[in-house]
């Protein structure tokens, strides 16, 4: 089955750009997304992107994917102390029902 | 338009005790998937609802059941828990149209704590 991975934690300080990154294994995952979890709550959708694009951009959100390489990034520009949360990249494959999620990364943005 | 609503908020259960998890979809919405979420981890599928059916279930014993009413709210059943069901249980709901089917969007969550 699916499997994504992430990195743990990254940390940033305020103002400068986040990069997150992840990988997935199943080549015939269509849909991609990046979730925002933050202490106590449920998950909030960013954004997601068609596996027949490179890139998507919206607003400081910038998602980058290499289907050679299995390869997903969101780039959050201008990071602000309100983007320290939990992200999720998840991965679904056309017929697929559910996401399958990574373990998430906990981004801190430092002042 | 309202979100994901789920409820309740926190629960605390005895192991071998049974539980019921509720969750009203975004309006509009037709498909009800739950997953659950330990402590440190991503959430995990545990299975669809799509107008009142399962529509997909993922690595759960059979203990994990659930329902889906005609309004498309829906509840998931945890009978015989276990420690390990500790967790919190989340909700997400996505619609009929072709755009809306690829999101999904999730509730609050259910923290469910099983002594």
């Known amino acids: 089955g699916e499997d994504v991975e992430q990195s743990l934690f990254l940390s940033v300080r305020e103002g400068d750009s986040s990069v997150i990154n992840c990988t997935y294994t199943d080549s015939s995952s269509t849909y991609l997304y990046w979730y925002k979890q933050e202490p106590g709550a449920g998950l909030q959708l960013l954004t997601y992107i068609f596996s027949n694009m490179d890139m998507k951009q919206d607003q400081r959100l910038t998602v980058l994917l290499n289907k050679k390489d299995k390869h997903l990034s969101l780039r959050i520009a201008d990071t602000q102390t309100g983007d320290s949360a939990i992200y999720f990249c998840a991965a679904r494959s056309g017929s697929a029902r559910q996401l399958t999620f990574g373990s998430g990364t906990q981004l801190t943005v430092l002042p | 338009e309202t979100g994901v609503t789920q409820s309740p908020t926190h629960l605390i259960k005895t192991r071998g005790q049974q539980v019921t998890l509720r969750c009203s979809s975004q309006s509009g919405h037709n498909t009800v998937s739950w997953y659950q979420q330990a402590l440190g981890q991503g959430p995990q599928f545990i299975f669809q609802?799509?107008?009142?059916?399962?529509?997909g279930r993922g690595n759960f014993p059979p203990r994990f059941s659930g329902l889906q009413f005609p309004n498309y709210s829906s509840e998931l059943n945890v009978n015989a828990l276990e420690l390990d069901d500790s967790a919190l249980y989340l909700c997400a709901s996505s619609g009929g149209t072709n755009r809306e089917n690829n999101e999904q969007f999730f509730g609050p969550g259910t923290r469910l704590t099983v002594l």
């Open positions: 609802y799509y107008r009142e059916e399962e529509n």
